[in-house]
């Protein structure tokens, strides 16, 4: 199955009212990042354990390790939880910064250094959440 099926199958499998706003979301994120690649992990681990929960990522950014290797990531990820959805906005060097610059004005959320947790869209200021993506988009370019 093709990724683009993955994601379509996934967001289908959600209840509402989770379901619609991944789909406003999604939507919201191929706007900002019309032709990136789109990733979909389903949350397990090589030996087929879970380790997460499924999710969908945009956007390509290399991440250097200290041993020198590189591996390509996904800049925007995006799953649904027990509670609501997470946005991960991944590559940010501050861990300060989300929290700081965003987190009093997106209202209902919980911001951590790379991951914006909301119960439902209606809850937060949907331009705030995507001005902190974009942020973090221009931070990871390649």
């Keep these: 199955m093709n990724v683009r099926s993955q994601i379509k199958d996934y967001i289908a499998a959600q209840p509402e009212p989770k379901q619609k706003d991944l789909q ?3 939507g919201l994120i191929l706007g900002i990042m019309p032709d990136c ?3 979909f992990l389903d949350g397990k ?6 380790v ?3 999710n969908i990522g945009y956007g390509v950014q290399v991440i250097k390790y200290a041993d020198g290797k590189n591996k390509d990531f996904y800049q925007i990820g995006m799953s649904a939880n027990t509670t609501g959805i997470s946005i991960y906005i991944m590559g940010i060097k ?4 989300l929290a700081e610059k965003f987190g009093k004005k997106i209202g209902q959320a919980s911001v951590t250094g790379y991951c914006i947790k909301f119960r439902t869209l209606k809850n937060i200021d949907v331009g705030v959440l995507e001005d902190a993506m974009r942020y973090g988009i221009e ?3 390649v």
Excluded: A, M
């Design 24 to 26: 406003e979301l999604h």
């Design 37 to 39: 690649k789109l990733w």
């Design 45 to 50: 681990d090589e030996s087929g354990r879970v």
């Design 52 to 54: 997460s929960n499924p």
């Design 94 to 97: 501050d861990k300060k910064y």
């Design 139 to 141: 931070q990871t370019r």
